[in-house]
């Protein structure tokens, strides 16, 4: 496996299971995120890692729940969802520079979540 | 505020024509500037970026982007479009440090005519 890879492609669920969503990235980056991204609306940061430690969490709801526990495996726990949470879900990875900053993020293919 | 503005949410083009996508920012400091595309069901995929230097930025697939300060523009540009061309295109700016993230345009989708 080469870039970033994320599991399941398409998952559908009700309101009331509870479901993951695993992203591994195989670029020995040391930063992830996830991404929502709905119809109509710009890419929304959701969460940012940094050296396995979240640096950013952009008041998401608690029905999801990030997890980080490697550099290289990035997860989203969803439980309780609702129908306005069916999106495209990105995730990404990123390198600090030698001389200071990040490279740009490099992005899985997504998972396509429905909620019904 | 931080922000990416792509004014034009769809373009049509003629396969062989000439294409220039829009991107203009509002940012703080000198900011970091990427083009991404997307293909219906996929995830981005890195164009271009601009972190110093010659403004002027070649990248992949045949494109370049133009970085202009005064006019805080970094519009794209491809000199004869091809049908698989067709996709939604995104700017984004950053500052990258430490593992913030971008900040992106809403898209804009080009649409190929034969």
């Known amino acids: 496996e080469t870039g970033v890879t994320q599991t399941p492609r398409h998952l559908v669920m009700g309101m009331t299971n509870k479901k993951s969503l695993k992203c591994e990235q195989h670029?020995?980056?040391?930063?992830m995120y996830w991404y929502k991204q709905s119809a109509k609306k710009p890419l929304e940061l959701m969460f940012v890692?940094?050296?396995?430690?979240?640096?950013e969490n952009n008041s998401v709801p608690s029905r999801f729940s990030p997890e980080c526990p490697n550099s290289s495996h990035l997860f989203l726990h969803l439980h309780t969802l609702q129908p306005e949470d069916s999106a495209l879900y990105l995730c990404?990875?990123?390198?600090?520079?030698?001389?200071?900053?990040?490279?740009?993020?490099?992005f899985g293919p997504g998972t396509r979540l429905t909620v019904l | 505020a931080q922000s990416v503005t792509q004014p034009d949410i769809h373009i049509t083009v003629s396969e062989g024509a000439s294409l220039e996508l829009r991107c203009n920012y509002s940012?703080?400091?000198?900011?970091?500037l990427f083009w991404y595309v997307q293909s219906p069901g996929q995830g981005l995929q890195l164009l271009l970026k601009?972190?110093?230097?010659?403004?002027l930025v070649q990248g992949i697939k045949g494109f370049e982007a133009e970085f202009k300060r005064s006019q805080s523009s970094f519009n794209l540009r491809k000199p004869s479009v091809h049908w698989s061309d067709a996709a939604e295109y995104f700017c984004?700016?950053?500052?990258?440090?430490?593992?913030?993230?971008?900040?992106f345009g809403k898209g804009t989708t080009l649409s190929v005519s034969s």
């Open positions: 990404a990875s990123s390198q600090a520079r030698s001389g200071g900053g990040w490279d740009e993020q490099f």
């Open positions: 984004a700016v950053g500052p990258y440090q430490a593992g913030t993230a971008l900040i």
């Open positions: 890692y940094n050296f396995k430690e979240q640096t």
């Open positions: 940012y703080g400091a000198t900011p970091y």
């Open positions: 601009y972190f110093s230097g010659d403004t």
């Open positions: 670029l020995g980056h040391n930063a």
